[in-house]
């Protein structure tokens, strides 16, 4: 599989994950390997277009990565959440997406521009 192609499924994933409710009590074994930060940040700003949030407005463990595109803001992207099949797939496994409301969008925006 193309290199580019192993990004379009997690991509796939995630964007379907955070545009239907959904709840998750049980989720299958991935296998892989911690994914490392810098993989995050490609998957989730060049693959998905999200901005990355200054690190004082991330949730969960404190080195944890988060992100915002449009009205979708989601959290708790680290290492440990977010795993690197053998085929070079990257699949968030535990993360925490939130719906930006106008006035919370407004506010990452101008946090934003400051940083």
């Known amino acids: 599989m193309p290199s580019h192609a192993t990004h379009l499924l997690p991509a796939l994933l995630l964007l379907l994950a955070l545009t239907l409710p959904r ?9 892989g390997e911690a994914s490392r930060e810098r993989e995050i940040i490609h998957l ?24 915002i595109r449009d009205d979708v803001a ?19 496994i535990d993360a925490i997406p939130v ?7 407004a506010r990452f925006v ?6």
């Open 23 to 31: 709840l998750v009590t049980r989720q299958v074994y991935v296998r």
């Open 74 to 92: 989601v959290f708790d992207l680290r290492p440990a959440n977010v795993v690197t099949t053998p085929d070079g797939i990257i699949v968030p």
């Open 99 to 105: 719906r930006v409301d106008v006035a919370m969008r």
């Open 110 to 115: 101008d946090l934003l521009r400051r940083a």
């Open 44 to 67: 989730m700003v060049d693959v998905l277009g999200f901005s990355p949030l200054p690190q004082h407005l991330s949730v969960g463990y404190q080195s944890a990565l988060a992100f």
